[in-house]
């Protein structure tokens, strides 16, 4: 049995997916959220979300408030609670290619004894979001580096005309492996359902734009 660290975003999406594809379970879900602002750590994202997701995947989450400060025991004390009277294995991560993640996620689990499992590393990334695609899986762009993607694209899909714009920024990853922009997964082959983003606005601090989003529908299916 494994857990994963769910950032709601399409590379931790498409990491549980890989797993599950190779056969593993996958029992819990971890995401964490700021104590500060009670959003998605990083993503900025509200954390009902989250929760909106995991509802349509049918698998626990736990949404574990984190500091700065304690981060790293943080995460180890949410993996402890989630995995509690699971014979947990490992720990499934959306990594591709930086190192320092990749070391920072070994430490973490070395910790707790259990396998690190990182089913996209050393993937070719340009590739590897034409997969996402193609898989059937539908994610909106849910913050952007102001200095790497145009406002316009804050709260559109990854699609096609996305990847091709990427095409021609060779600054940025495919991926957005190094922070350029982050997403909202709002359905694909592991959902029973789909999230309808029905208002939002977009807003800018800290050089980010951000898709704060207003109102949404959850769609079982």
């Known amino acids: 049995m494994y857990l994963a660290s769910w ?52 698998i626990p989450l736990l949404l574990k408030e984190t500091t700065p400060d304690r981060y790293a025991e943080e995460f180890k004390e949410g993996v402890r609670s989630l995995g509690r009277g699971l014979d947990i294995a490992g720990m499934i991560f959306g990594d591709i290619y930086l190192d320092e993640h990749l070391a920072w996620v070994e430490g973490i689990c070395g910790d707790l004894g259990i396998e690190a499992v990182e089913p996209l590393w050393g993937l070719n990334t340009s590739e590897l979001i ?48 190094r ?15 789909s999230i309808d983003i029905k208002g939002s606005e977009v807003v800018e601090r800290n050089g980010y734009r951000f898709l704060d989003v207003k109102a949404y529908q959850v769609i079982a299916s």
Request: hydrophobic share 40%.
């Open 179 to 193: 922070g350029e922009y982050h997403t909202l997964v709002v359905g694909g082959p592991l959902f029973n359902g």
């Open 7 to 58: 950032s709601g975003g399409k590379d931790s999406c498409f990491a549980v997916y890989q797993a599950m594809q190779k056969g593993m379970k996958v029992k819990g879900l971890m995401n964490c959220v700021s104590r500060e602002n009670g959003r998605v750590s990083f993503h900025g994202l509200d954390s009902r979300l989250i929760q909106a997701q995991a509802s349509l995947l049918g």
């Open 130 to 177: 034409r997969e996402f695609v193609n898989a059937g899986f539908r994610s909106v762009i849910i913050a952007g580096k102001a200095d790497c993607i145009d406002r316009e694209w804050i709260g559109r899909m990854v699609d096609t005309a996305f990847i091709e714009y990427l095409a021609k920024r060779p600054e940025v990853d495919p991926c957005g492996e």
